[in-house]
């Protein structure tokens, strides 16, 4: 069931780079087929013959099927100079598009899905964090994060203890905000933008805004496309698939405040799409 | 914490199902089964003490057949919380300091080892053993057809506890029967007696002749029925 909150929001469908002049990409949002088209000057977004709304923003196109609530949100360091802009393009996963954000929000998996590069076994312990749902902005806030990587970004040699913040400003969309190995003091931003494609299938398309000059733009595409096709090997072995909304259907720890948190706030904003109201 | 509630697809069953050979499942394995319908981990302690779990990890869900075997512990893959044979969360890596309560713990199914056989039982109370019929072990298939359309090719003689007896290329053989969901077959060729590598290899060809007249009569995709609600579409996990 689509409910108009899924329906009113913007949603991530395309890569700007992907609009040649003449394109006409066809893609799926929350089980219906769209189009983007691009005439040679304007892009368009269309469902049949209905227009649909758009933007151009963050290196992506996003469209809506409804009547947007509100303008989609702000990402203020990811417009700043000297950043690079990396969209990694699209990666198809099985899995409902809340399950894929809040994977995003887990730290405590890193050493044992992404083992050696994010997370190491003999440093597994997530030391307390803070968590907020900020009511006047709509969004899920968790500060103070640290976790020892191995490896934290290309750009990082050895092991250090990486800080992270990360902010939900949209039910599908994630920010993170790490260490920035080569700028004392600044973050870099990795983004999730996650486009429903039904309750159980999405398409992931991570952005990120690094200050890195060196690193080749492959190999950065390339570092993220690893790590997600290990997130991918979990994402899609869950059960249920649709993410639990009933407390008493999973079993969180104080490491998981940040998915708890998220939760709820999905709950309270009723944002349903993806998700399983009722235990089964 | 809270206890995970009952999977949503457990159904209650009276009788034992073959769902692996002994041989080649050795200390340490940790595979995917299904008994009943029911998404199942199987595995093996490193003393081989043998261990059949609903197939999700209470944390988050996570399948517990691509878990990994520590001694006598089951780790799950996603956050590493480790599972003791009581199937009793002993350790949370995110919390090296705490000691889980007694609620978070995995749900345990009825597992058995006996004639060259693993059995899996949904029960409620540990049904009997199965009858006595030894054999050994030649080789495991997934068909894509169902139970149905095996029976009708092959010349069952005698058929008890999911296990057919029959004759093949010569040779008095047992076949352990398992249903996969979306209209598979799990089956598992045991030989009567004892037989030379050149006789398990002629049997194991015999075998996949076998599937291949089923999978011609039934095609997977006209077969494939809602058995299962959410079945895997993987197939990863062929019948070990
Ligand atoms: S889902 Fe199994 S440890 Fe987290
Ligand atoms: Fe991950």
Redesign the interface.
């Known amino acids: 069931m689509i409910n108009e909150i899924a329906l009113n929001d913007w949603y991530p469908v395309a890569m700007a780079s992907e609009l040649k002049p003449g394109c006409r990409l066809n893609r799926v949002l929350m089980e219906r087929e769209i189009q983007i088209s691009n005439d040679g000057d304007k892009t368009h977004a269309f469902e049949g013959s209905r227009v649909l709304p758009l933007q151009i923003r963050y290196d992506h196109v996003w469209t809506s099927l409804g009547a947007p609530a509100r303008p989609l949100f702000e990402i203020p360091e990811g417009e700043q100079d000297g950043r690079r802009l990396v969209a990694c393009g699209r990666v198809h996963v099985?899995c409902s598009p809340l399950r894929a954000v809040e994977n995003f929000l887990?730290i405590?998996?890193f050493?044992?899905?992404h083992t050696g590069i994010l997370g190491a076994?003999d440093h597994?312990?997530?030391e307390r964090y803070d968590v907020e749902i900020d009511d006047e902005k709509d969004e899920v806030w968790a500060r103070q994060v640290k976790f020892f990587q191995p490896q934290a970004a290309k750009s990082a040699e050895g092991g250090i203890m990486a800080d992270y913040m990360y902010r939900v400003p949209a039910p599908t969309t994630s920010i993170l905000y790490k260490t920035c190995p080569a700028r004392v003091g600044e973050w870099d931003i990795i983004t999730l933008f996650v486009q429903p494609v039904s309750e159980?299938t999405c398409d992931v398309w991570p952005w990120m805004a690094l200050y890195d000059d060196e690193t080749p733009f492959n190999d950065l595409v390339q570092f993220q496309q690893t790590i997600f096709m290990q997130d991918r090997?979990?994402l899609?072995?869950?059960?249920?698939?649709l993410l639990?909304l009933d407390?008493?259907?999973?079993?969180?720890?104080?490491?998981?405040l940040t998915?708890i948190a998220y939760r709820r706030w999905l709950k309270r904003r009723r944002m349903f799409y993806g998700a399983q109201t009722i235990?089964? | 914490?809270?206890?995970?509630?009952p999977?949503?697809t457990a159904k209650p069953s009276s009788s034992w199902i073959p769902v692996a050979l002994s041989a080649g499942f050795r200390p340490g394995s940790n595979i995917r089964v299904f008994a009943d319908g029911n998404?199942i981990a199987l595995w093996s302690s490193f003393s081989g003490k043998l261990s059949a779990w609903v197939?999700?990890c209470?944390?988050?869900?996570?399948?517990l057949s691509?878990g990994f075997v520590r001694g006598e512990m089951l780790a799950c893959?996603?956050?590493?919380w480790h599972f003791a044979q009581d199937a009793n969360c002993k350790y949370?890596?995110?919390?090296?300091e705490?000691v889980p309560g007694e609620m978070?713990c995995a749900q345990a199914h009825h597992a058995h080892e006996q004639d060259g056989l693993l059995w899996v039982s949904c029960a409620e109370e540990e049904p009997d053993a199965p009858a006595r019929l030894p054999g050994f072990g030649v080789r495991s298939l997934l068909i894509d057809a169902p139970r149905p359309v095996l029976a009708g090719v092959l010349e069952v003689t005698h058929e008890a506890q999911g296990r057919w007896e029959l004759t093949l290329a010569d040779q008095p053989v047992i076949l352990g029967v398992q249903d996969w969901p979306e209209g598979r077959t799990g089956v598992h060729l045991l030989t009567k007696e004892a037989v030379s590598a050149e006789t398990k290899k002629m049997l194991s060809r015999e075998l996949e002749a076998m599937r291949r007249t089923c999978e011609a009569i039934a095609p997977v995709s006209a077969s494939a029925s809602a058995s299962v609600p959410?079945g895997p579409?993987?197939r990863s996990g062929d019948a070990a």
């Open positions: 099985r887990d405590a998996h050493p044992y899905v076994e597994p312990e997530v159980t090997s979990i899609e072995n869950q059960i249920p698939a639990p407390p008493k259907m999973e079993t969180p720890t104080r490491a998981d998915s235990a089964a | 914490m809270t206890q995970q509630s999977s949503p998404d197939n999700r209470p944390h988050r869900g996570m399948r691509h893959i996603y956050h590493g949370i890596p995110a919390h090296p705490l978070i959410s579409s993987s």
